[in-house]
Each structure stands twice: as C-alpha cells, then as structure tokens.
C-alpha cells in the first residue's frame, strides 16, 4: 500500500477545504444579521435599511449565481476559489472600516456596495463545489456529500450569533467583523497551495484512488459552448429544480436572516440568550443537511434516480411549514425554538436531493447548471427579504412565518413534475475548458 492511500483518500481532503469554504461563507453572509441589533443605533440606521443590505448581498448572490457556475468552469475550481476567497476578505474588511472614514448616506452607499461584494464572491462558490464533487467523487456519493458540504454552511451559520456577539462584547461590532477575516485568508492561502481542479493533477493521488474514481473517463470534459449553455439553462427539469428551490429557499432565508431578531422582538430574550439560542436552528440543519444527502442516496439505490431524488423533499418540505406555524403559535418561547430548529432541519434534509438530482441531470455541465439552480434558490431571498423585513418591522411575525408555510408547500409539490432521469445528453468530442 502506498504512503498516498495510507494517509488516507486526497477527495476527502478537498472536501475539508470545501467544507471550510461554505462553513466561512456563512460565517461572513451571518454576520450582519446578528451584528445589526448593535448596528442599527450606532450608525443610525432602520431595521428597514438593514433589510436593504441583506437585499443587496442576495440580489448579487442571485445574479451572479450562472455567471459564476461558468466562471468555474472555464477557469477551474482552484483559481475560482482563490479569487473568490479574496474578494470576500476585501468585503468584510470594507463593512467595519468605512464607518471610520465616512458618515450619512454615502456610509450607507458604502455599505450596500460592500454587501453587493460580497454576495458576488460567494455567488460561485456552491455551483464550482458541484463541479469538485463531479470530478472527485463517485456517482453514488453526490447527495451524501453535497450534504456533507451543506452542513459545513449551516454550521457556519451555527457558530456566528454567539461568535459575533462575545466578539462584539470585546472588540465592538467593528473589531468583530475584521477578526472574521482573518480565518477566512487563511483558508484562501491554503487552498491555493493544496487544491488541484481534477485528480490527476494532485501529486498527491494515487492510481488506486483514480481507478476507484473512473478519472480517465470523467475529467475528458466537453467544452463549453453557447449552444451547450443555452440548452442547460433551458431544460425542462434544471428549470423545474430551479422553481423549486426559490420556494424552498424563501424559507431557508427567512429562517436563517430572521430567526435571531424574532427571538429578541417577539419572544424578549436579551441580546446574549439569542445570540446563543440562534445557534440552535442552524444546528438542527447541519444535521438535516448531513442526514438527508445520505438518505438521497439510500432511496436512490432503492428506488431509482427518479423516486429516489423526491421522496425526501415530498416529506420534509410540508412538515417544515407546519414546524413554522407551529413556532409562532406556541406560548413557551423555548418550544418555539424548538420549533424553528426542527423547521430548519427539516428544510436542509433536502439539499442534497436538490444539488445532486441537478449533477444527474446535467453531468458534465454540473457547475453551468448548479448556477441555473442556485439563481433560482436565492431569488427566493431577493423576493423574501423585503416582505419579511417589512412584516417583521410592523410586529406581524405570525404573517411572516406563514408565507413560509405556503412557499414550503409549493416547493414540494414542483418536485412531482421533475424527472432526474431525463439527463441532458453530452458530448463529449471537444475535451477543451473554453466557452466557444
């Protein structure tokens, strides 16, 4: 046995840098959230204008989402990551620091645009991931490890609301928004000198991790030309996907943007009992997202790609928007984060299902595709955010947390018509990473 596969499989290793990756991009995306109930009264802004900057970093998320699925695959996951991670460094050093320079509405300007930077640093980060899992892991393992990598995202979502606030209680919300950067270069400047785009040119792998990952056939990959892009944001099924993840991500947004405020403004836990009680939902979808990629794949080898990439969001889906109702209608206020911890574990038991069954769909054009999807998933943000924002600012969190319900109904209902079967055909004679 080699040195190489005694140390154990390269993949798994690229999987812990992607796992980095989501976890301290929720870390960064988090962070204004709960760093705004100090925010607000010291910059003099509204609860409404911080829904305007969250606005800005999901709109450019949103937009960018197909740009940045084919920017990975021109350029290759390890530029892609490189630059990302940089720009979204420079973002959240910007946020903190332009209070010290400017005021008034330029300091707002300045904060939309730091929030719109950083939206577009991350917007490519999870549809280049599908693109990693394509190349570096067996067909079999997509959803487990799409939500492997999920649960890295939602426990960066975990650790921020206690992280920010006993940062804040040291070094102001400023100090705490800058210490966040340090992590996140660190891991950039890794990545750079470990991450390779496909197996074979890691010097790190061995054949036998190759021959079990069929490398020789998978990384001769079609280029990618207009008409082969023009047909993936076009199919029937990606488009389907997409639809349904905007609904389902109108709760995943409401969830993780508002949960920590409504803990505060409507169940009157001090600033401390929340940042540390937020924890909890976002943990309860770690588990959800690790738990549901593995059963994806159980009922995938059971009941074939069609059925098998359904039966988790058929199920999970309503019983999340009952979990919603169920939060704002409970006297108990810790019943009610309860509720909201199994309403998000609930929500993310589907991720897998949904980023794998677009790789079943897609192959080769996973990333192009994955941008198709995730357009579609944060559009559920840039439509949420607002309607949330001004529901919660009137008091009407019954209201809010009901259009979640609805929205989480819809979700599983489009996944009837979705055929992951039906897989776009490739061709596979123009081994060239350019779009032509």
Not at 160 to 174: D, E, F, H, K, R
Request: hydrophobic share 55%.
């Amino acid at each position: 046995m080699t040195a190489s596969v005694r140390r154990g499989r390269v993949r798994w290793w690229i999987l812990a840098y992607m796992f980095g990756f989501a976890l301290m991009a929720y870390v960064q995306r988090s962070s204004l959230s709960v760093a705004a109930e100090r925010i607000m009264p010291e910059l003099q802004l509204s609860q409404v204008q911080i829904g305007w900057l969250m606005w800005a970093f999901t709109a450019t998320y949103a937009a960018l989402q197909l740009p940045g699925g084919v920017f990975g695959q021109i350029v290759g996951a390890r530029k892609a990551f490189f630059t990302l991670g940089l720009l979204g460094v420079l973002a959240m050093v910007a946020t903190p620091l332009a209070p010290w320079v400017v005021g008034g509405t330029t300091l707002f300007v300045i904060l939309l645009l730091a929030q719109a930077l950083l939206g577009a640093s991350q917007a490519p980060v999870f549809p280049v991931f599908t693109g990693v899992v394509e190349a570096w892991f067996p067909r079999q393992r997509w959803a487990s490890v799409q939500g492997l990598q999920t649960a890295g995202m939602n426990i960066g979502a975990a650790v921020t609301p206690p992280l920010i606030v006993l940062l804040s209680q040291a070094y102001g919300w400023q100090g705490a928004l800058l210490w966040i950067g340090v992590p996140s270069l660190a891991l950039t400047l890794g990545w750079w000198w470990y991450g390779r785009d496909v197996p074979r040119q890691h010097p790190k792998v061995s054949s036998q991790e190759l021959t079990e990952l069929g490398t020789a056939v998978r990384e001769q990959r079609p280029r990618l030309t207009w008409a082969r892009l023009r047909r993936v944001a076009a199919d029937r099924n990606v488009l389907l996907l997409a639809g349904s993840y905007l609904c389902m991500n109108y709760v995943f947004y409401l969830l993780q943007n508002w949960s920590f405020l409504y803990l505060i403004q409507e169940r009157k836990f001090s600033v401390l009992q929340s940042g540390f009680l937020a924890m909890l939902p976002p943990i309860g979808a770690a588990i959800g997202s690790a738990l549901g990629g593995s059963l994806t794949d159980h009922f995938t080898r059971l009941r074939g790609v069609r059925w098998g990439y359904r039966m988790v969001p058929l199920c999970a889906l309503p019983l999340a928007g009952a979990l919603l109702l169920l939060a704002v209608n409970v006297g108990n206020p810790y019943l009610a984060v309860a509720a909201l911890t199994l309403a998000y574990l609930a929500i993310e038991l589907t991720e897998g299902a949904y980023w794998a069954g677009t790789m079943q769909v897609a192959r080769s054009d996973s990333m192009a595709a994955a941008g198709v999807l995730n357009t579609g998933g944060n559009l559920g943000g840039v439509i949420g955010i607002p309607i949330v924002a001004y529901l919660s600012a009137q008091g009407a969190w019954y209201a809010a947390f009901a259009t979640g319900t609805a929205f989480a109904l819809v979700a599983a209902a489009t996944w009837l018509l979705v055929n992951t079967e039906a897989a776009i055909d490739d061709d596979q004679s123009a081994p060239s990473p350019g779009l032509a």
